[in-house]
Nanobody
Framework: QVQLVESGGGLVQPGGSLRLSCAAS????????MDWYRQAPVKQRELVAS???????NYADSVKGRFTISRDNAKKTVYLQMNSLKPEDTAVYYC?????????WGQGTQVTVSS
């Protein structure tokens, strides 16, 4: 049974930073892309950042230059470093890991940016 456990969310003031982590437990065959999504109230879930198995990254325009995605393949973990946070970054953040033909999702972690 594969489980993804996220951590690092919380309340932060505008301009602050947070680092999210998503660690997978269990056996995952052929780990591929790792992604971070977010969903704000009454909005659709959107892709924030992705990283391929060889380290190629891609970001939503709204977070370019502020967020950095990285991964540790040995630990089956993906990270999202978030700097210069804005109130509009407030959302539940979800990680997704591709393993073979399967997509595995984390349970979500709340990020709230407010003064």
């Amino acid at each position: 049974q594969v489980q993804l456990v996220e951590s690092g969310g919380g309340l932060v003031q505008p301009g602050g930073s947070l680092r999210l982590s998503c660690a997978a437990s269990g056996s995952i065959f052929s780990i591929g892309d790792m992604d971070w999504y977010r969903q704000a109230p009454v909005k659709q879930r959107e892709l924030v950042a992705s990283i391929t198995a060889v380290g190629t990254t891609n970001y939503a325009d709204s977070v370019k230059g502020r967020f950095t995605i990285s991964r540790d393949n040995a630990k089956k973990t993906v990270y999202l470093q978030m700097n210069s946070l804005k109130p509009e970054d407030t959302a539940v953040y979800y990680c997704k890991i591709r393993g073979g033909l399967q997509n595995y999702w984390g349970q979500g972690t709340q990020v709230t940016v407010s003064s």
